[in-house]
Structures are given as C-alpha cells and as structure tokens.
C-alpha cells in the first residue's frame, strides 16, 4: 500500500467522520421536543451578556438583539458589560421540528426550563455543518436563526457558504435578507470602514445615502456600488454597503463576492 494511497484514506476517514459527526448532532438536536443548546467557539471579538445581545467584532458600536434586530450605539445608552465567550447556541425543537434558534455569547446563564437538555462543546466543523443544513432546509423562523452562528463561530470563512444562500432562489426573501446584511457587514469589516466615526456629519452622511437607496434600483443600485467602492468617507462607503445589502439586487451580491474574495 503506497503512502499516497493511506494518505488518501486518512483524508477520506476525516471527511466522513466529520459528516458523521454533524449528522449526529442533528439526530441529537431532534431527539425529544423541549429546548436543546450546545457551544461552540467564537470567532476573537465576539461577545455579549449572556442573555440578550452579541457584538460580531467587526466594528462599530452596534449589537444584535434577541429576535435579530441590529441596533447602533445611541448617546446615552446603558448596555451590560459586553464579555467574550463561546458561542450558545439554543434551540426549540416540538415534534422532530425545529421552531426557532437562538445564539447567545459571553458568561452562560443558567436554564429554568426542566425540559432543557445540553449537548456541551462541538466542533465548530460539526456546527457549522449543522447549520448550513438547518439553512438549506428552508423551514420556519429557525432558517434565517441558524445563520447569525454560522457568521460568529470561530476558524471558518463564512463568505462563500453566505454567496451561496445569495444566489439560490429556492431560499426565501427572509433568509436571503438576513444573508444580505451579513455579507454586507463582512464587506464593510474587509474594507476597514465597518468601525467609522460617529458624530454629526456622519448623521448627515447617512441621511444623505438613506434618501439615494430609496431611488429606484436602476438609480439607486449603480450609485451605491460607486460609492461603496470610491467614496472617500468611511461612513459614506459603510452606509452604502448596508443599503446596497438591503437592496435584494444582484449587482449587490456580485459587489460582496468580489471585496469578500480579496485576500
């Protein structure tokens, strides 16, 4: 047996025990109704309060909340301390359905639901899996859920898998949405403009590309990508990323594939 071939074999027994592997967390997921959570690592950045919003680390001020919501930073606000963590990925499960996923990160908090059961750490090859499948199924509010993890979770590129939502039409509006605005974040983190200024002429910035995106999209579309690409104001082109990943147009997606494939 040559060297070439047992290393083949080696390459071919990884490959199926990962496959194996997610697909034993699905069944473990699935099997009972009632909450089920486990964790994962998280990418470096990455924090929240255990309970009800995450950072993603790309920059700026704002936060995810629970329910998907994403809220900039406003002067005043009282925010619990932001503590980096694994990822907690929670989800309900009634019937072998799944209803809903909810991703937490930072000090965990204990359950109080008696039917709760935890799966503990997984490989963040096993979850990655997991979600891109409970994605892929296109069923319910636990879909769009599963991709705020797959976006978080430590040592992946999530770019190419998120491309690929984009592009495939038998996705629902709501998932490729959620897709959109991640690849825009991505976008922006990648050009370095994701963590811009915030002060008064930024306002006005803003306000500025809010009344273009709302042109119609043979306006809007081709002038958003320009500024994206040339403005040279950061929060102009950070502004510009965001509509243009609000936009649901291809040209849009194109933009994203092209500035998230630069090495």
Known sequence: MTRHFVFALAVAGVALATRASAQSLQRRAFNGDGTVQFTVASRPGVCGDGATYVRDGFGGNGRIYQGGNYSGHARGDN??????????????????????????????RASNDATSRDLGTVSVSEAAEFLTRVVERAQGRASGDAILPLVLADSIVPWPTLIRFARDERLSRAIHSTTNFWLARGAAAKLGVADHDDNEDDDVRSSAVFALSQQPKDVAV??????????THAGVRAQALFWLGQSNDTRAIDVFEKILGRR
């Not at 081709?222 to 403005?231: E, G, K, S, V, W």
């Open 79 to 108: 925010w619990p301390p932001c503590s980096p963590g694994p990822l907690r990925v929670v989800a309900t499960v009634s019937g072998g359905e799944l209803l809903r996923l909810r991703t937490y990160a930072g000090p965990p």
């Open 222 to 231: 081709p002038r958003l990508i320009d500024l994206a690409r040339h403005a």
